[in-house]
């Protein structure tokens, strides 16, 4: 069959809303755009477990460590199947992962903010899991089998984060008055930088319009982002505080909040490489990979002598 061809057959398959599978045909532009998304999607969960991990041993009881710890053993399970899907589009997880720490493979700008206190821990479940959860509800239907599928199941324990992070600026918004300021100061420090996690402007963002033809993305960057800002503007109110912007403003006319602009200098810079704790994390991803070796060692020699136990097995039963 000509190229022609296999790519009419394959814009069909996009059009009637049939997934795409590993072994179909593809255009490699298609492969290539995938490969970078889902990599980065897991490089971004794998890299948010630092964060919240610098306060697994302080969290405040025994209860909250033990929600912290499923919570970021969670978002390691969503970077393995992540790194799985990647891998059914021909590259290796070696590759992707060296790609990671040599700077090449991007991950979300979001996990390059520290978290100075209790109450951030709180904020990155209410706002960062409130984002990712909207971006991924829409790549639940994207057109790669195996990325929606690995979507399905991580935006229903998304959905629990979200929730444990409400409850904890709960608790601190009806504590003391030390309490209130640390939950008003966290949503302060995480506001705009959760805005960001949707990506630039739509007229900036250059791998949307093929993306979107491809049924990759569902939704636009910004129409996301609109989302985002009209549901957490309500949600806001419920812990009686509020949100660090003088132009959040509900819209009559559009039926949806106006909110000021994003510093989008601040967000390439973080891009870039430049921001607070970009050097840290890859730093932390670098260690942990090097202290890992002997296991991965350990693993490979034991799946080899078991291969080989097996073959002989297998032999003595045809003798
Ligand atoms: N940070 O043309 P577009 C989570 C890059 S998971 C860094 O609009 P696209 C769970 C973009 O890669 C959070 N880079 O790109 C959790 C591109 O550069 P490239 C991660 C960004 O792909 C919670 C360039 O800018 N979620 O939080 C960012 O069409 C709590 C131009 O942009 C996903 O990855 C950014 N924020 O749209 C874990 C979801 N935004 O690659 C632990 C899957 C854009 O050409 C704790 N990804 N860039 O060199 C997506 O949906 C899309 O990739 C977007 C960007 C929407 C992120």
């Known amino acids: 069959m000509s190229v022609q061809e296999?790519?009419?057959?394959f814009l069909s398959k996009i059009?009637?809303?049939?997934?795409i599978e590993p072994k179909d045909w593809m255009p490699d532009a298609y492969r290539k755009t995938l490969v970078r998304q889902i990599s980065q999607h897991a490089h971004s969960e794998i890299v948010g477990m630092l964060p919240e991990g610098n306060w697994i041993g302080r969290a405040p009881s025994l209860k909250r460590k033990a929600i912290l710890l499923a919570k970021v053993q969670d978002e390691a399970g969503h970077g393995l199947y992540l790194y799985s899907a990647t891998e059914t589009l021909g590259t290796t997880r070696e590759q992707t992962i060296i790609d990671l720490h040599s700077g090449k493979a991007k991950y979300s700008s979001i996990f390059?903010?520290?978290t100075l206190t209790w109450a951030d821990i709180g904020a990155i479940g209410w706002l960062v899991d409130?984002?990712?959860?909207?971006?991924?509800v829409m790549l639940c239907r994207t057109s790669y089998g195996p990325y929606a599928r690995a979507m399905v199941r991580i935006c229903k324990e998304e959905s629990f984060h979200q929730r444990q992070g409400f409850d904890i600026l709960m608790v601190l918004s009806k504590g003391t008055p030390e309490q209130r300021d640390m939950c008003?100061?966290?949503i302060n420090r995480w506001w705009w930088p959760s805005l960001m996690m949707f990506g630039p402007h739509d007229s900036e963002s250059t791998n949307s319009e093929q993306s979107t033809k491809w049924k990759i993305k569902r939704m636009s960057n910004d129409e996301l982002r609109q989302k985002f800002v009209d549901m957490i503007a309500e949600q806001v109110k419920v812990l009686n505080m509020t949100l660090p912007d003088p132009h959040l403003k509900w819209n009559e006319q559009t039926s949806h909040y106006d909110f000021g602009e994003i510093n989008w200098t601040e967000f390439w810079n973080v891009v870039k490489g430049n921001g607070p704790c970009n050097k840290q994390r890859l730093e932390a991803r670098r260690k942990a990979w090097d202290e890992g070796a002997w296991v991965r060692e350990a693993a490979s020699v034991y799946a080899a002598k078991r291969k080989a136990r097996e073959a002989k097995k297998e032999e003595k039963q045809i003798a």
């Open 6 to 9: 296999l790519e009419k057959i």
């Open 112 to 114: 390059n903010y520290p």
């Open 15 to 19: 059009d009637q809303e049939i997934k």
């Open 130 to 136: 409130g984002a990712a959860i909207l971006n991924q």
């Open 184 to 186: 008003q100061d966290a």
